[in-house]
């Protein structure tokens, strides 16, 4: 694996053990639910820019399930997007995940990381640290009722068997990732 690969690597694999902006002081969030009348207000919006002058990074993880359906993950994004029209640094990029409840497809993805079993073993014990994602999901979407750590774990397991199959590296499991070119229109 090349220098450059293995920061990129290192990068991606950060969002699994740190949370930089706790979600729970956005407004309208409490441990477990989103407020229906919750909106991004130019506190949050205040409070995500600052981190982003203070950390300047060069990717920025955000949650591209947009159908979870309790919208966090709508909010948070928001919240981004809103932050970085007119950041006066370099802007980063910006690379859309998937929650428990879908995975991008393969042909979608435009990075695919590879985790080893103890990265997803990290990963999972960083899900823990959210209170809303312990035990059962409090919106597990339909007729899954797996734990929503199950899920993802299963999630991560079937993208590396499927770019397996592809032809590709084999890996214990691996996170996909669509690069958001578009910003607040895009994906």
């Not at 919240?79 to 980063?92: K, T």
């Not at 014990?125 to 597990?140: E, G, L, Y």
């Not at 996170?175 to 578009?182: I, K, M, N, S």
Request: net charge negative; glycine share 6%.
């Amino acid at each position: 694996m090349s220098h450059k690969t293995e920061e990129h690597r290192q990068l991606v694999l950060d969002q699994f053990t740190r949370q930089a902006v706790p979600f729970s002081r956005m407004s309208g969030h409490s441990d477990e639910l989103v407020r229906a009348s919750a909106r991004v207000g130019p506190e949050d919006v205040a409070l995500v820019r600052a981190l982003l002058e203070e950390v300047r990074p060069d990717l920025v993880f955000v949650a591209g399930d947009l159908s979870d359906p309790h919208g966090t993950h709508r909010m948070c994004k928001a919240a981004v997007e809103r932050a970085l029209e007119g950041y006066p640094a370099s802007r980063p990029q910006v690379w859309l995940y998937r929650g428990a409840w879908q995975e991008w497809p393969i042909t979608d993805a435009d990075v695919l990381v590879p985790l080893s079993q103890d990265e997803l073993r990290a990963k999972i014990f960083a899900i823990f640290k959210h209170q809303s994602q312990k035990d059962t999901a409090p919106f597990p979407g339909g007729h899954d009722d797996r734990e929503f750590w199950q899920r993802v774990e299963a999630r991560n397991i079937e993208t590396a068997a499927r770019a397996d199959r592809l032809g590709l590296p084999e890996y214990f499991a691996m996170e996909a990732y669509v690069v958001d070119r578009d910003g607040p229109a895009g994906r």
